[in-house]
């Protein structure tokens, strides 16, 4: 699942200003009917505003602070965004209980406006918030399928010589490697990894499957992205390893950059 980016929480913040502005100015539950004040409709969009800004930078602060790992290499998940939607959530509760304390309702007793504004903020936001979690999910699986889809489509990748032809499930390869004049092709079978021999250059295969999904990260070496590697560091170095292969892909930090992010597109 895709880290939410920049443009989604804020459609979030939106979908929670508008929520609480809609609620707070046509219905008025919560005794703020009977608020009276010459700019009582100005004073009551305080608190769309506070949900907005909340939910705007918060989410986002959280997920670099407690997951910056995750973040870095887009490993997401719906339990992870409410992990940091729930302290957004409270945390606007308590904004807009001191607000109302401070401006709307100076009389009242602070404890008891903070517990019920725990109460009203979960009636106002769990309908925007569910709904939010509910797009994030469907999206989700909706991007798995058609990258499954995708990969299970054969590519046929053609060498130097009219008898230099493979073809190969994309699904199952894993990388290309460089070897003098040949390229090696590793692909996972149920029965083990199969290496096949196809005399051409690197570069020449690479633009041919590159819109397959595959990677260079480094002059000898190209990777499957949408099979997930995982990019780790050892004595100063990066290398790649896939799951259930011994095998580690050197990384050149010339590609580095790249690769990162073409592995943050790929949705889990």
Known sequence: ???????????????????????????????????????????LLGYSIIGF???????????KKLY??????????????????TPSFFLANILSALYDYF??????????????????????????IFGYLYFLHNSSRWLKKQREDELDQLLTISGNGKADVITIAINETLYFKASDNYVEVFIQKPSGIQKHIIRAKLMSVYE??????????????????????ELIMENGNYEICFSGLETKIPVSRTYLKEFRKKLAEVPL
Not at 7 to 26: C, H, Y
Not at 33 to 42: V, W
């Open 103 to 128: 401006v709307i309702s100076p009389n009242l007793n602070l404890t008891v406006l903070l517990w019920q504004f725990q109460i009203w903020g979960f009636l106002i936001l769990i309908f925007p």
């Open 68 to 85: 910056s790992r995750e973040v870095k290499t887009d490993n997401w998940s719906l339990v992870k965004e409410i992990s940091i939607l």
């Open 208 to 229: 041919q499957v590159k819109e397959a999904g595959f990677v260079q990260v480094h002059r000898s070496y190209l990777v499957n992205i949408f099979l997930r590697p």
């Open 53 to 63: 800004v909340v939910f705007a930078i918060t989410p986002s602060i959280l997920a």
């Open 1 to 43: 699942m895709h880290v939410p980016g920049v443009k989604l929480r804020l459609r979030l913040a939106f979908l929670i200003f508008v929520s609480i502005t809609f609620i707070l100015l046509v219905f008025q539950p919560f005794g703020t009917f009977n608020f009276q004040d010459a700019n009582k409709y100005g004073k």
